[in-house]
């Protein structure tokens, strides 16, 4: 995945966080899940939370003046001749969003303090391409699908555990009529980027780190991966090369490099220099065949690519906040028009707070699983949430650690009290879920 996570882990264990917490409802057996409108059953591997759930009920994309929406539907635009597939339900098999694409069984995605897991068989999905095979199946050449994903995640102004991502593809014939007609539309796109106010910096290179695959015909394995590359060109400079004022003199400069992902190669990522800084924009390749052998078009070759919604509007629309996309203040939503990329004239800023929380554990404890139950407390009211001591006691050789949570909201000012009270149930969940002991 595009987002690949580094960070040092302090547990990789699965003992936290087992059921969704509080949901038993009347009509649901508390061994059932009600997610997105299916039922699921619940089972100790179960960490997905009544926050996440509720998030999975919400569509941004449905209100056309929300900027996630206003890009979608501009990238819509721009490819009118894609085949809008929409997918169900946010639940599938961990088959389908991993092992189906060729994610290695210890790939860091899986683990169960990076995942929302449904039970053992089933999470949330963390990438659009969960449904790539079945897209191939419908037998469209050209598609665009749009999803929100779900990743566990730190807490602070650019991640969010909800976000939405869109895949495209374009699928050839492997005949030669169709290569040939390949080629010369390859000509024609290049010809008329040559033109655009667009600098393109391939610094990609065929070779062992990034090949042609065995099952592919190296010639025609190239022009699938040029017309590739014409079309996202063609694409970053319809998105950004108006925001960018680019002109002949100053234009817009878009970068090719090396990538991995399982389940494409080549393999690229695309980045675009946008106000004084190279921006990682989208992730694509040339569709490892046997995705394409799997979904029963085995004569077929085709290209893909996958980029996240919130950080290209952010960067476009200038929102300085993830949060503020699931905003329900009529002074975001207001500003926005459908079809126009405007500035985000950022409203009067509500007072911040800061409370810590410090506590002893007994065993450990992974930073994902606090965010979990600060957002499942705060809600979006955590703007960020930081660890900021660690210490082992000499004598004992406890483990303390202490978090610091940044509260402010996006719409309103908040008192003392419901600070407090948020705090009090936060400690609470803190001792029930994680068994910590409050210092
Ligand atoms: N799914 C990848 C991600 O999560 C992006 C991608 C999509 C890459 C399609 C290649 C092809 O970042």
């Not at 209100?63 to 990238?75: A, T, W």
């Amino acid at each position: 995945m595009l987002e690949t996570r580094l960070r040092p882990l302090a547990s990789c264990s699965f003992s936290v966080l087992t059921r969704a917490r509080g949901l038993a409802s009347s009509s649901t057996p508390s061994s059932q899940l009600r997610v997105a409108g299916g039922t699921y059953r619940q089972d100790a591997f179960t960490n997905v939370t009544n926050a996440i759930i509720q998030k999975a009920e919400t569509s941004l994309l449905s209100k056309p003046s929300h900027p996630l929406s206003i890009l979608n539907s501009l990238i819509h635009s721009h490819f009118p001749d894609y085949k809008a597939i929409t997918p169900s339900s946010p639940v599938v098999s961990v088959f389908k969003n991993f092992d189906e694409l060729g994610f290695p069984p210890d790939h860091p995605g899986r683990r169960h303090t990076d995942s929302y897991y449904v039970n053992k068989e089933q999470l949330l999905r963390t990438h659009a391409s969960a449904h790539q095979i079945e897209s191939f199946q419908t037998d469209a050449k050209k598609w665009l699908l749009t999803a929100d994903v779900y990743r566990r995640d730190e807490i602070d102004a650019s991640h969010y555990p909800v976000f939405h991502q869109m895949d495209g593809a374009r699928v050839f014939d492997k005949s030669p009529s169709e290569l040939r007609a390949l080629e010369e539309e390859n000509e024609v796109m290049a010809h008329r980027l040559a033109q655009e106010n667009i600098l393109i910096e391939d610094e990609s290179s065929i070779g062992p780190q990034n090949p042609y695959q065995q099952a592919h015909d190296p010639a025609q394995a190239a022009l699938v991966a040029a017309n590739l590359k014409h079309t996202l060109n063609g694409l970053m400079l319809k998105l950004f090369g108006g925001a960018a004022g680019a002109t002949k003199e100053n234009p817009l400069r878009v970068r090719w490099i090396d990538a991995y992902f399982p389940f494409t190669s080549p393999s690229y990522e695309v980045e675009v220099f946008f106000r004084g800084k190279w921006l990682e924009i989208l992730g694509c390749g040339v569709v490892n065949q046997a995705i394409l052998d799997r979904a029963g078009v085995k004569e077929r070759i085709s290209w893909a690519f996958g980029l996240g919604l919130e950080r290209i509007a952010m960067v476009l629309f200038s929102i300085p906040d993830i949060r503020l996309f699931w905003s329900q203040d009529p002074r975001f939503l207001s500003q926005f028009t459908p079809g126009v990329i405007s500035t985000f004239k950022e409203f009067s800023k509500f007072p911040s707070n800061w409370k810590d929380v410090s506590f002893w554990i007994s065993r450990d404890v992974h930073e994902n699983d606090v965010c979990d139950i600060v957002r499942e407390a705060a809600g979006d009211l955590a703007e960020d949430v930081k660890e900021i001591d660690r210490f082992v006691h000499p004598q004992t050789s406890k483990t303390s650690l202490c978090y610091r949570i940044h509260y402010r909201s996006m719409e309103r000012s908040l008192s003392n009290a419901e600070i407090s009270a948020i705090q009090d149930r936060l400690e609470g969940m803190l001792v029930s879920e994680l068994g910590v002991e409050i210092r």
